[in-house]
């Protein structure tokens, strides 16, 4: 089962930021959080993750909290072609040190002019 | 470079036959993935490989088999196709054992009639 809780849909006019929350209260200290997105029947795409500190790069911009019960996800400047479904994903650690990615049912997130 | 490339994109099979999935990857990762993914849900991992030679099952293991017999290629069989194995089958590949950035194919759309 997945180990992250996001809204099923989001909207974010063009332009704005778009910020894409996720719970993941159970994650344990040495599991990361990774970001994927997929747009529509396309494979999944890599934007970003983090294990306790704030990341960004050229697509985003990752904010955990000194927790780690959740992240949000930030597009600044969001534009049409962001409309997907955005992946929060656990990287777990399995029985013999083998590292899994759980995938959810994600957040579609819908761009508006 | 072409990435991950997947063949065929669409596929419909009777129940019973069975049919080979290709997947091939140009950037000489050692880790390569099957999922799959069914309509609205996330990707379920079937099998993976950490390097030529090497398979280990996934969550959805059940009616599939898998070989790596080069780090280019790592094709998934369907012995006996079944109703309950239509869905999108997406292939992808990673740099190494502690980077889960993913690189996916376009996938294959397979329908079981």
């Known amino acids: 089962d997945a180990k992250t809780t996001q809204p099923p849909s989001m909207d974010c006019a063009e332009g704005r930021a778009a910020n894409l929350p996720c719970n993941h209260s159970t994650i344990s200290g040495n599991e990361y959080v990774y970001w994927y997105r997929q747009i529509h029947s396309q494979g999944p795409q890599y934007i970003i993750h983090?294990?306790?500190?704030?990341e960004t790069n050229e697509m985003a911009s990752l904010i955990i909290t000194e927790d780690r019960k959740s992240s949000t996800l930030i597009l600044p400047h969001a534009t049409l072609r962001d409309t997907a479904v955005y992946y929060c994903i656990v990287r777990v650690v399995g029985a013999g040190n083998n590292r899994k990615l759980i995938w959810g049912l994600g957040t579609s997130l819908a761009v508006n002019p | 470079n072409a990435g991950v490339t997947q063949t065929p994109k669409f596929r419909i099979l009777k129940i019973g036959q069975s049919m080979t999935l290709q997947c091939t990857q140009d950037m000489n990762h050692n880790y390569m993935y099957w999922y799959r993914q069914d309509p609205g849900m996330g990707l379920k991992l079937i099998y993976y490989?950490?390097?030529?030679?090497?398979?280990d099952k996934g969550e959805v293991p059940n009616g599939y088999n898998v070989s790596r017999s080069t780090t280019e290629d790592f094709p998934l069989r369907l012995e006996l196709a079944a109703p309950s194995q239509t869905s999108v089958y997406f292939c992808?590949?990673?740099?190494?054992?502690?980077?889960?950035?993913?690189?996916f194919g376009s996938g294959t759309q397979l329908s079981v009639l």
């Open positions: 992808a590949s990673s740099p190494g054992r502690s980077n889960e950035k993913l690189f």
């Open positions: 983090g294990l306790k500190n704030n």
């Open positions: 490989s950490v390097g030529a030679g090497i398979t």
